[in-house]
Nanobody
Framework: QVQLVESGGGLVQAGGSLRLSCAAS????????MAWYRQAPGKQRELVAG???????NYADSVKGRFTISRDNAKNSVFLQMNSLKPEDTAVYFC????????????WGQGTQVTVSS
């Protein structure tokens, strides 16, 4: 059984920074891709940043230059450094991963709330 466990959300003023962490727990698996998504109230879930299957990174236009995704393969972890936060970044942030045990499958974390006050 694989689980994605997130941490690092919270309340911050506009212009501030937060760092989100996500670790995959379990055994006998390999990670193909990891990413961060977010969902604001009344809006669809959207990709924020991710490592694609070919290892390249992808960012939403709205976060380019402010957010940085990184990973620690040895710890099966992915991180999202968020700088210059804006009120419109307020959302629940979800860790996402494509993980192979017997076959590739998509996994989601439980979500962590990020609130940016103006």
């Amino acid at each position: 059984q694989v689980q994605l466990v997130e941490s690092g959300g919270g309340l911050v003023q506009a212009g501030g920074s937060l760092r989100l962490s996500c670790a995959a727990s379990g055994s006998g698996f390999s990670i193909n891709a990891m990413a961060w998504y977010r969902q604001a109230p009344g809006k669809q879930r959207e990709l924020v940043a991710g490592f694609m299957l070919d290892g390249s990174t992808n960012y939403a236009d709205s976060v380019k230059g402010r957010f940085t995704i990184s990973r620690d393969n040895a710890k099966n972890s992915v991180f999202l450094q968020m700088n210059s936060l804006k009120p419109e970044d307020t959302a629940v942030y979800f860790c996402n991963a494509i993980i192979t045990i017997a076959y590739p499958k998509q996994y989601w974390g439980q979500g962590t709330q990020v609130t940016v006050s103006s």
